[in-house]
Nanobody, 116 residues
Framework: QVQLVESGGGLVQAGGSLRLSCAAS????????MGWYRQARGKQRELVAA???????NYADSAKGRFTISRDGAKNTVYLQMNSLKPEDTAVYYC??????????WGQGTQVTVSS
């Protein structure tokens, strides 16, 4: 059983920063990628950033230049450093884990609220 535990969300003013963390625990093997999606109220869930086991990264256009994804392989933890936050970044952020031959795992979500 794999569990993803997220932390680091909260309330911040526009222009501020937050750092999200997601730690994976349990029987983890054959990791392909980890990353973050977000879902704003009334909108579809969208990819924010992802990082592969090899360290390749992928960002949504809205995140490029402001967000940085990184990982600690030894801890099975992925981080999302979010700078220059905007009110439109307000959403629930969900961590995900992709592994070979099994369905995607999701975290419980952490709320990020950016006030103007």
């Amino acid at each position: 059983q794999v569990q993803l535990v997220e932390s680091g969300g909260g309330l911040v003013q526009a222009g501020g920063s937050l750092r999200l963390s997601c730690a994976a625990s349990g029987s983890i093997s054959s990791i392909i990628a980890m990353g973050w999606y977000r879902q704003a109220r009334g909108k579809q869930r969208e990819l924010v950033a992802a990082i592969t086991r090899g360290g390749s990264t992928n960002y949504a256009d809205s995140a490029k230049g402001r967000f940085t994804i990184s990982r600690d392989g030894a801890k099975n933890t992925v981080y999302l450093q979010m700078n220059s936050l905007k009110p439109e970044d307000t959403a629930v952020y969900y961590c995900f884990l992709d592994r070979s031959f099994v369905p995607r795992n999701w975290g419980q979500g952490t709320q990020v609220t950016v006030s103007s």
